[in-house]
Nanobody, 122 residues
Framework: QVQLVESGGGLVQAGGSLRLSCAAS????????MGWFRQAPGKEREFVAG????????YYADSVKGRFTISRDNAKNTVHLQMNSLKPEDTAVYYC???????????????WGQGAQVTVSS
């Protein structure tokens, strides 16, 4: 079992930056691939960024590539999402997730955090 808690959300102007963190507790965090997803009102949950178990491979949605960076620190059981050049369309609730496989598919992730609101004003 893995428990995930996101932090670092908030309100920022367009062009600004935010850093989301996800703290994990439970067993074998280092054995899990991690992902960030987001869900805007009235829309489906969508993949944002993913990272494999040791941080050696990262992948991103086209909409955030070049602006967002995912990283992890297995010694501290944390994963981060650095978000730069934010746009109003990035406004959503952001979720971190843990799963056995590095994938874009949210159904392949077993554990989810409660979400953190990110609001980007124009």
């Amino acid at each position: 079992q893995v428990q995930l808690v996101e932090s670092g959300g908030g309100l920022v102007q367009a062009g600004g930056s935010l850093r989301l963190s996800c703290a994990a507790s439970g067993r074998s965090f280092g054995g899990y691939a991690m992902g960030w997803f987001r869900q805007a009102p009235g829309k489906e949950r969508e993949f944002v960024a993913g990272i494999n178990w040791n941080g050696g491979r990262t992948y991103y949605a086209d909409s955030v590539k070049g602006r967002f960076t995912i990283s992890r620190d297995n010694a501290k059981n944390t994963v981060h999402l650095q978000m730069n050049s934010l746009k109003p369309e990035d406004t959503a609730v952001y979720y971190c997730a843990a799963g056995r496989y590095s994938t874009y598919d949210p159904h392949r992730y077993n554990y989810w955090g409660q979400g953190a609101q990110v609001t980007v004003s124009s």
